[in-house]
């Protein structure tokens, strides 16, 4: 296709947008409203995913050592804990340490209960924070830490605990949270493609005395069509930069001032780094596909050209 042809079909497809204002602004305001549905759902998802991925962050092992256990043989457990494959961090946790989280973590109403505890009478064992790689493969590696107690004839260590029970569910719902975020967003696209093709199949129903004539003077299918493709992708970026332009500024009001804290858990709203090329990106591109895929449907089906 010569280039004189390409900027003839750009400039026949920004003059049918203006031409046809009212029928433009409708298709367009279809493509920004069901974009802005499906963005929200964008947000939605990418924060639930990144909640997941925050609460299994936070996912620990704890190993307790038996009270009085000597330096040398905590230093020989630290070693065996590192040679696992899937240990990511291994932060130990003197008694004293512990102590003093404790105290945090009761606040001013549980401090008192622990005032007659000093280093001296600490009833707290050492411990172990382990942190791993993959969190769904934490139960594993509890495993082998209670696997290097059963090899050792002295049994330093007193317990694992990682919140067994718990910790599966979590990833059950996690896992089931991200599946169910994906099919809403798929079900939306869809949604918003045949809700587009509607809207701009009435569009070139309401032109289609001009294309007869187009087609009485010799021109060719392509000739016709392109002029379409174009209004489409122009009517589908306009749709996109308002449902962007509204979805950035309504988030970046709401990440401001939203952070919330469930128990041990922090929970913060994905960054406008973390969103922001994703969902501008996303709808933009969608927008234009939608576009050109309704002018494409309606051309070939409603038409027949």
């Known amino acids: 296709m010569r280039s004189s042809t390409v900027i003839r079909h750009v ?3 920004g003059k049918n947008v203006a031409r046809n204002g009212w029928m433009s602004f409708a298709s367009m305001s279809s493509i920004a409203i069901s974009l802005f549905i499906l963005g929200v759902f964008m947000l939605l998802a990418l924060n639930v995913n990144k909640l997941a991925n925050q609460l299994e962050s936070q996912v620990q ?4 050592m038996q009270v009085g256990a000597d330096q040398a043989k905590i230093q020989e457990v630290e070693r065996s804990i590192k040679r696992i494959p899937e240990v990511k961090v291994v932060k130990f946790v003197s008694k004293e340490e512990g102590l003093n989280q404790l105290r945090k973590s ?9 005032d007659g505890y000093t280093n001296e009478n600490n009833p707290l064992p050492d411990a172990f924070e382990i942190e791993v790689f993959e969190p769904q493969k934490i139960s594993f590696v509890a495993k082998k830490v209670n696997a290097i ?6 049994k330093p260590i007193m317990s694992v605990k990682y919140g067994q029970g718990t910790v599966e569910k979590l990833f059950t719902i996690t896992n089931a949270v991200r599946n169910i975020g994906l099919f809403i967003v798929a079900g939306l696209a869809i949604m918003a493609m045949f809700l587009i093709s509607t809207t701009i199949k009435m569009t070139i129903i309401a032109r289609r005395r001009e294309i007869s004539i187009m087609k009485m003077v010799g021109a060719t299918n392509g000739f016709i069509r392109w002029p379409f493709f174009i209004e489409g992708a122009l009517i589908g970026i306009g749709g996109s930069a308002i449902t962007v332009a509204i979805l950035l500024y309504s988030y970046s009001k709401l990440i401001t001032t939203a952070k919330y804290d469930i128990g041990l858990f922090t929970i913060e709203l994905a960054t406008m780094k973390d969103v ?8 933009l591109v969608i927008g234009v596909l939608l576009g050109i895929w309704g002018s494409t449907v309606s051309v070939r089906k409603y038409l027949k050209v």
């Open 11 to 13: 400039r026949e497809g």
């Open 61 to 64: 092992i704890r190993v307790y």
């Open 106 to 114: 009761m606040g001013e109403e549980g401090k008192a209960a622990l």
């Open 149 to 154: 107690n059963e090899l050792d004839s002295s």
């Open 276 to 283: 922001g090329w994703i969902l501008t990106g996303s709808i």
